[in-house]
T-cell receptor
Framework: EAGVTQFPSHSVIEKGQTVTLRCDPI?????LYWYRRVMGKEIKFLLH????????ESGMPNNRFLAERTGGTYSTLKVQPAELEDSGVYFC???????????FGQGTRLTVV | AQSVTQPDIHITVSEGASLELRCNYS??????LFWYVQSPGQGLQLLLK??????LVQGIKGFEAEFKRSQSSFNLRKPSVHWSDAAEYFC?????????????FGAGTRLAVHP
């Protein structure tokens, strides 16, 4: 069974550009989470989907970030326009029920120059 | 507010030596505690987790962790480190009451292993 898959693995963009990160959860997992690690700091929660609904988006840093999960399958996280401080590693995770059983993807390393 | 502190940013040990990575948490109720590892080029992998019961938890790859409520700690240990254990280790706590189905992570400890 495939795990959580994230695309791309690396992305380098210029400040002001738009980037879209994608996460494919494990099949059958209704819960999908986005986390981010910036500048070697702690991994921080961004948001949580249950199917296609945003259950908790308290960690989204500002309105330049837009997350979607159309159809309750894969999810995208768009950053528009990207700023230098958005650089970091973005992790996606999925679980059937609780986050205590979540599986994480390999992350997308975003570099904004 | 809930938080996780990993006091050591970097640790270097010799192969075959014992290892202890520290983790302290701040949480009002009985916590669920986790240790994750991120090896180079890999995603976050769960090493072990504590929910209740025996305070000494065994995990994968020969790791164990001990929950000490009085010290608000959940330190990770391994009796003999292998070169392949070089990675970054994250302690986490969660989820939380009120339907907040999320984890709070520490800043990580990067482990280097000398041959």
């Amino acid at each position: 069974e495939a795990g959580v898959t994230q695309f791309p693995s690396h992305s380098v963009i210029e400040k002001g550009q738009t980037v879209t990160l994608r996460c494919d959860p494990i099949s059958g997992h209704d819960n999908l989470y986005w986390y981010r690690r910036v500048m070697g700091k702690e991994i921080k929660f961004l948001l949580h989907f249950v199917k296609e609904s945003k259950q908790d988006e308290s960690g989204m840093p500002n309105n330049r970030f837009l997350a979607e999960r159309t159809g309750g399958t894969y999810s995208t996280l768009k950053v528009q326009p990207a700023e230098l401080e958005d650089s970091g590693v973005y992790f996606c995770a999925s679980s059937q029920v609780r986050v205590t059983e979540a599986f994480f993807g390999q992350g997308t390393r975003l570099t904004v120059v | 507010a809930q938080s996780v502190t990993q006091p050591d940013i970097h640790i270097t040990v010799s192969e075959g030596a014992s290892l202890e990575l520290r983790c302290n948490y701040s949480y009002g109720a009985t916590p669920y505690l986790f240790w994750y590892v991120q090896s180079p080029g890999q995603g976050l992998q769960l090493l072990l987790k504590y929910f209740s019961g025996d305070t000494l938890v065994q995990g994968i790859k020969g790791f164990e962790a001990e929950f000490k409520r009085s010290q608000s700690s959940f330190n990770l240990r391994k009796p003999s480190v292998h070169w392949s254990d070089a990675a970054e280790y994250f302690c986490a706590v969660g989820p939380f009451s009120g339907g907040y189905n999320k984890l709070i992570f520490g800043a990580g400890t990067r482990l280097a292993v000398h041959p």
